[in-house]
Nanobody, 126 residues
Framework: QVQLEESGGGLVQAGGSLRLSCRAS????????MGWFRQLPGKEREFVAA????????YYAHSVRGRFTISVDNAEKTVYLQMNSLKPEDTAVYYC???????????????????WGQGTQVTVSS
């Protein structure tokens, strides 16, 4: 069973930066790609970014493209989300997720991911 643990959330002013981390552990480690999602109360979970473990493929939601960067550290089994130029509308609980199926393209639907972290709050003040 795979466990995912996020860290790095917090309160930041608009224009500031935060880096989220998601450490994966467990055996067997059957995770082929990782994604970041975010969610506001009463709203659906929204795709933010995805990456495969080789880091050869990444994909971003239009709303964060050019401001956020997803990366991996294979040795540490950790995925990062560097968030720059943060806006108040980026405020949400951020979740990392792992896909246990090897696919031809990165996935943007929450239902494609099997493993989920507990979430970390990001609040951007104006």
């Amino acid at each position: 069973q795979v466990q995912l643990e996020e860290s790095g959330g917090g309160l930041v002013q608009a224009g500031g930066s935060l880096r989220l981390s998601c450490r994966a552990s467990g055996h067997p480690f059957n995770v082929y790609e990782m994604g970041w999602f975010r969610q506001l109360p009463g709203k659906e979970r929204e795709f933010v970014a995805a990456i495969d473990w080789s880091a050869s493929n990444t994909y971003y939601a239009h709303s964060v493209r050019g401001r956020f960067t997803i990366s991996v550290d294979n040795a540490e089994k950790t995925v990062y989300l560097q968030m720059n130029s943060l806006k108040p509308e980026d405020t949400a609980v951020y979740y990392c997720a792992g896909d246990r199926r090897q696919r031809a393209v990165l996935q943007i639907l929450p239902t494609s991911y099997y493993y989920w972290g507990q979430g970390t709050q990001v609040t951007v003040s104006s």
